[in-house]
């Protein structure tokens, strides 16, 4: 997340990056890279906990069947992914950056999020980060931080890129 948010003034906060759902390899090590140089330089994030698998043919494979169901499929495999180490890692709860963007599927993260919670008895931290999406692309701009043009996916790339 880019600026103060009132999660970052409330919480000791860490980072977690797992993102196989992102293609290519160049966009997903862009993203990357924005992170940890932003961790590093900028925010007053101290951890960035990286788990570092670019899942693209493990991705193809789920969604290539159902490709409606994409977002429902990253949203599983993130979120799933994050709840487990927060449980298996002793954090008391966790959160999503997913909650920032207005292009996503709100509800429905929430309600995953609120699944894997329960399944790994772990707290879900939950707001409503929308309302600071368009100061967040000022600050990267104004700060030169590389931004995303499209969700993750090689089939969300192609919606951003080419008109089907």
């Known amino acids: 997340m880019i600026g103060t ?3 970052l003034e409330s919480f000791n906060v860490t ?4 993102n196989p759902n992102i293609h290519p390899y160049t966009e997903y090590k862009s993203r990357l890279n924005a992170l940890t140089d932003y961790a590093d330089t900028t925010c007053r994030v101290p951890t960035v906990i990286v ?3 670019y899942g693209l043919v493990e991705f193809t494979r789920n969604v290539i069947n ?8 990253c949203y599983e495999t993130r979120i799933k992914e994050t709840a487990k180490y927060a449980k298996e890692h002793g ?3 966790f959160s999503t ?5 207005p292009y996503q ?3 429905k993260i929430k309600e995953v999020c609120e699944k894997y919670a329960e399944e790994f008895d772990v707290g ?13 692309q000022k600050t990267a701009r104004e700060k030169n931080i590389y931004t995303q043009k499209y969700c993750g996916c090689i089939f969300s790339e192609q919606e951003r890129y080419i008109k089907l």
């Open 91 to 93: 954090f008391d709860m």
């Open 15 to 18: 980072c977690f990056w797992y």
């Open 66 to 73: 159902n490709l409606d169901n994409r977002c429902g499929y």
């Open 97 to 101: 950056t997913l909650l920032v963007s």
């Open 124 to 136: 879900f931290y939950y707001a409503d980060f929308r309302v600071n999406f368009r100061e967040g």
């Open 51 to 53: 788990q570092d698998y």
């Open 5 to 7: 948010m009132p999660l």
């Open 105 to 107: 599927k709100h509800d």
